[in-house]
């Protein structure tokens, strides 16, 4: 379950590392490059809560299965056929509704088949391994980048998907909902319309501007999407998802912990390798070395958090998880500079790694005792949608923030013609960059003057969005700590 879900979670970062030689061999421009990556987050995202009501009704080990025979499949044909951005594209939306198919089945099946008594450290065990996914995902990347070429990135899942569908039919038993509940279509059309048009806004709301009218009729075509959603859930006889799951606190203040701690995660590891690899000059694999600490926290502290809420109960671990991520956040936002000792860095992701292992096994092992056993698809799903749903919101709002404060902090050297310049590098850190290094190259005046005001800036819009990261995981940490509830653990009840 752990090596299957991390093929999920690979597949959201490990193209970022490729897009430089994916610009140049399909010739794509800057919005095609976006959609490579978000058309699987988007599929992902919005098929999730349908695939997990899809593995309770015919069999999670199946639709585990089938979604990675999905994933190897569409993977193996890109890096074998795949010559346009529209063919990549369309490989990542199959891949994300593979995606879909396997996020909820790991949790639900090891839900499933662990005792009440070993449940939360196998969940603390799953939470490690999703957590730690990004991360090596920017390994794997840069790796196989740096060693062959972007199919390479493709390449990896195919050998992963075809091990794990061997183990799944020799070791995995099947479950499913043993009542056989009718599917439930016009919510499933309903889910994916309204998950589908809200990760849409968030992912270009940025691009659009977020006051803009396309961007508040966006927000308004969901909203409303979201209501109707509700509303046939509340009125149909055999929901998809039960609405009176939200009426349970633990469940609620569940989804919010885990959705505000992928918010400030994805947040910063999306600026992180911009900032080691054009603000401190390493290659992408080196880059994606110097995150390590923040797995090496994460995993022990995940797999263990369990011992600790039977010590202190959950809603303290949850609240002091996130007031670590708080402290992290503050501390890369007041203490790194430019001149910075990796040291500082290293202590500041360890952190956060440990303030992140303590956030999510707890958190999800909330989620899942609210609900009931032929719902454990769904309610993984449900956890899974605010996963995703956090960290799509981390990267658009904590991009915005660097955006704005590097706008606000360029000034354009005096010896440079703004207007004879390819790109604007006032509103870009790697134009600023690419143009900076072309005019130093070529003798020209300006180039190291442009490359050391863009790094300057850059710092200052990570650290404000780090600063507002911050400002998100303290406010989740009161949230957990005075409403989430605080028996130390429910599954003994059952």
Known sequence: MSVSLVVVMLNNVTLNVALPELSVDLDADNTELQWILDAYALVF?????????????????????????????????TAMYAETSGEVIAARAVMGLGAAMIMPSTLSIVVTVFPPEERPKAIGIWAAMAGIGAPIGLFVGGWAVQTFDWSMVFWINVPVA??????CAIIVPESKDGKQTKLDPIGSLLSIAALGTFLFTIIEAPNLGWTSTETLLLTGLAAILLFLFAMWERRVEHPMLPMSFFKEPGFVTGLIAVSLAFFVMFSFMFTQMLHFQLVRGHEALNAALHLLPLPLGLMPAAANSDRLVDKFGRHRVVSAGLFLLTIGMLLFATQVTIESDYIVMMAVFFILGIGMGLTMAPSTSLIMEAIPGDKAGVGSATNDASREIGGAMGIAIGGSLLNEFYRDSFVMPESIDASTLAADPSVSFPAAIRIGEQLRDMGMPGGQELIDIGREAFMTGMTSSAAGSAVISLTAAVIVYLWMPKTKRIMEEE
């Open 162 to 167: 075809l091990v794990c569908i061997l183990l």
């Open 45 to 77: 995202g919005g098929a999730l809560l349908t695939m997990g009501a899809i593995g309770d009704r015919f069999g999670r080990r199946s639709a585990l299965q089938v979604g990675l025979l999905i994933v190897g499949t569409a993977s193996a044909w």
